[in-house]
């Protein structure tokens, strides 16, 4: 799905919100970092889970990104790193997106040529 309009979004992040790394798709985090807790290989039969990890993870609400970061587990806040939220926007030119009726998260696609750090700020 191809955004229409500008979207204001929330991020799960490490600070500070320059790093790059922030807004990697989840496999390519993933490989940076050395985590292999996700299961990419062919013998992992769940096809749609391993598209939406190709993706980035954004919500549509603070409250719901809040939520999330304040719920991961122990293991996942030291592996990841995740300390803040980021807000920003989203267009057309960020990438595709997946979206679901029933939850506030965005799934981006990012395109090659985006450059999302210079659109997001640590919320306070």
């Not at 190709?54 to 939520?67: M, R, V």
Request: net charge positive; with cysteine.
């Amino acid at each position: 799905l191809q955004l229409e309009k500008e979207v204001e979004v929330y991020r799960v992040a490490c600070s500070p919100i320059t790093n790059q790394d922030n807004f990697l798709p989840n496999v390519l985090y993933d490989a940076k970092n050395n985590l292999n807790f996700f299961d990419y290989s062919a013998s992992n039969k769940d096809e749609e889970r391993k598209c939406m990890r190709c993706g980035a993870s954004f919500f549509k609400t603070l409250q719901k990104a809040k939520y999330t970061l304040e719920h991961f587990t122990k293991k996942n806040q030291k592996n990841f790193g995740y300390n803040c939220v980021a807000k920003g926007i989203l267009d057309s030119k960020a990438g595709v997106v997946k979206t679901t009726k029933k939850s506030d998260h965005i799934t981006l696609y990012e395109f090659e040529d985006s450059i999302l750090v210079d659109k997001f700020n640590e919320v306070k």
